[in-house]
């Protein structure tokens, strides 16, 4: 099976693909993989931002970026890779290949990035915005339980154990707005009596959530 029938697009230049998996120990296209790369990395980060922006509404600048890094981390890019098979399809010197194996979790991560460039550059920037939101649809649906799994609120716990003398985080309800159907809490978290975030969201758990993450963004 093709590579191309994995990730479920053809392309029309196939040498953009060619430099795409092709790793710079091989020296071929060492410079336009490595600018492939940082251009894949600039429209996936876009492209997951702009998506996350118009769908979740009621998150703040601190969530959201949570959110985009839980997805488009290098851990997360790796697994995807792998997913795709991308892995099975890399162009390696032999000298790499015979001191090192197979590719690495970073390779793999740069590589799937010089691929959403080699797309892009085959076809348009829609389209690369398509097959990315296909690709990370699954990830998007669940991200909200994925920053769960981070556990701001435990976090900010412990810094506050740790760097506050064992103060412990308290949230507010500050406000509660719109129809009964669709209703809108704001909440803060303050430790010591000092506010340190907010967050606002459909549910009081979820703006407690947010709040601790801006809490924990902007003491970072």
């Known amino acids: 099976?093709?590579?191309?029938?994995?990730?479920?697009?053809?392309?029309?230049?196939?040498?953009?693909?060619?430099?795409?998996?092709?790793?710079?120990?091989?020296?071929?296209?060492?410079?336009?993989?490595q600018r492939f790369e940082f251009l894949g990395d600039s429209i996936l980060s876009g492209c997951i931002s702009k998506y996350l922006y118009?769908?979740?509404?009621?998150?703040?600048?601190?969530?959201?970026?949570?959110?985009?890094?839980?997805?488009?981390?290098?851990?997360s890019l790796s697994k995807k890779a792998l997913e795709l098979e991308i892995d099975k399809y890399?162009?390696?010197?032999?000298?790499?290949r015979k001191n090192f194996g197979e590719p690495s979790s970073s390779m793999l991560e740069d590589t799937f990035e010089a691929l959403i460039a080699a797309i892009y550059l085959d076809s348009n920037l829609d389209t690369a915005e398509e097959w990315i939101l296909g690709t990370f649809k699954t990830e998007l649906k669940n991200v909200r339980e994925m920053i769960k799994e981070i556990n701001p609120k435990g976090a900010l716990q412990e810094?506050?154990?740790?760097?506050?003398?064992?103060?412990?985080?308290?949230?507010?309800?500050?406000?509660t707005s719109g129809p009964d159907h669709k209703k809108s809490y704001t909440v803060e978290v303050s430790i010591d009596g000092k506010v340190l975030g907010s967050g606002m969201s459909s549910s009081i758990k979820n703006a407690e959530i947010d709040a601790a993450l801006d809490a924990l963004n902007n003491i970072k």
């Open 159 to 175: 810094w506050s154990q740790l760097k506050q003398k064992g103060e412990i985080p308290e949230y507010s309800l500050r406000e």
């Open 1 to 33: 099976m093709s590579l191309e029938s994995i990730i479920n697009y053809t392309f029309k230049d196939i040498k953009l693909l060619d430099i795409a998996l092709s790793h710079p120990s091989q020296k071929v296209f060492a410079s336009e993989y």
């Open 54 to 75: 118009n769908y979740f509404k009621d998150a703040n600048e601190g969530t959201l970026n949570i959110m985009r890094t839980a997805i488009v981390s290098g851990n």
């Open 90 to 96: 890399i162009k390696l010197s032999d000298v790499y």
